[in-house]
């Protein structure tokens, strides 16, 4: 099998779903069509072996895993993912690999309606980069910049789980159904895309949790120019963090990363009415401080007492 004919083999013949493909696999380029009204949101993730994941995992979880960390970025931005690029580069041609990869692959395609219209494929030390294309209604995304002093910082669900997974990955003495709950949150982030309506109505700014609560929620106060004061009891932290760790739980589930949660901010004038709709829509969020004029973090302790909080979460370089 060469190059082509993987790319027929396990990628063009991923049915196109969407009536707003023009032209997909096979070209030098696709097209879709924008609707009037609409603007295009665009990100890239590129997942690379050894550092987002062990080559030994799954083909199949990678490749889940390499999509919802994109869709969860469509999430972010409150836009509705619809179609997807993909740049693999591989050590060799499995096609055993493959064909596990392009099944989990299109298990989240179909999940979320999202149709797979281009890619590249290389050879060299295994990544996959996916581009993602979704839909917004013009000026309705939501960005980093746009929170004020007194609005309500809201996370969507516990923190902490994926980061444990990482720290145990080496550990032999845990419970196995332990691992397995851990390991599932960190191989299968859910994008929390059922927020976008409710985010477009009320958020000022949203952030994907992906390098760890503090430093994102610092990407929104440094693009905002404000800071926020964070309330330590608040922080939602998955339970198996809180078992294993007890004291340091919480720095886990304000430092560690992959939880994939959005992170946001909501007038406090409207909270009231944003969490009336929440429980409308059975969605559930957590509200665990506030945005303050002042610059920085503070971390607000049970006792009352606050300290300076610096961003820890995964930097690259
Ligand atoms: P070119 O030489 O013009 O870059 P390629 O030979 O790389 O074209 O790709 C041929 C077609 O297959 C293109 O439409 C490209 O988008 C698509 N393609 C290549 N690799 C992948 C992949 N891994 N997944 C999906 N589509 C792919
Ligand atoms: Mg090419």
Not at 20 to 35: E, K, M, N, Q, T
Not at 59 to 84: E, G, H, R, T
Not at 122 to 149: D, E, F, N
Request: charged letters at 25%; a negative charge; one cysteine or more.
């Amino acid at each position: 099998m060469d190059e082509f004919s993987l790319i027929n083999h396990f990628f063009k013949s991923i049915p196109i779903k969407r009536k707003d493909v023009l032209l997909g696999i096979g070209d030098d380029a696709a097209s879709v069509h924008v609707p009037t009204g609409m603007e295009l949101i665009i990100s890239t993730d590129t997942l690379v072996s050894g550092v987002h994941f062990l080559p030994e995992w799954n083909a199949f979880d990678i490749a889940q895993k390499s999509l919802l960390v994109n869709i969860s970025d469509m999430a972010a931005m409150a836009a509705i993912p619809c179609w997807v690029t993909l740049a693999l580069t591989l050590p060799n041609l499995d096609e055993q690999w493959l064909d596990s990869f392009s099944k989990g692959f299109n298990e989240v395609l179909n999940q979320y309606n999202i149709d797979l219209i281009g890619g590249d494929t290389t050879h060299g030390p295994l990544s996959i980069t996916v581009t993602i294309l979704g839909l917004a209604p013009k000026g309705q995304k939501i960005q980093r910049r746009g929170a004020k002093p007194g609005d309500i910082i809201m996370v969507t669900g516990d923190l902490g789980a994926p980061a444990l997974a990482v720290k145990f990955l080496e550990k032999k003495d845990i419970d196995s159904s332990h691992r397995s709950v851990l390991m599932d949150k960190l191989l299968h982030p859910k994008p929390r895309t059922e927020f976008c309506s409710l985010l477009r109505t009320y958020a000022t700014s949203a952030i994907d949790i992906s390098d760890g609560l503090s430093a994102d929620l610092s990407h929104i106060c440094e693009a905002s120019h404000v800071g926020a004061l964070l309330e330590e009891e608040k922080i939602l932290i998955h339970p198996l963090v809180t078992h294993y760790l007890q004291k340091d739980a919480v720095d886990l589930a304000l430092s560690g990363g992959d939880d994939y949660e959005i992170c946001y901010t909501i007038p406090k004038k409207h909270l009231d009415d944003f969490l009336k709709e929440l429980k409308i829509q059975n969605l559930e969020s957590y509200p665990i401080g506030v945005i303050q004029e002042d610059t920085g973090i503070r971390l607000k302790k049970a006792d009352g007492s606050s300290v300076e909080y610096k961003p820890k979460g995964y930097v690259h370089f």
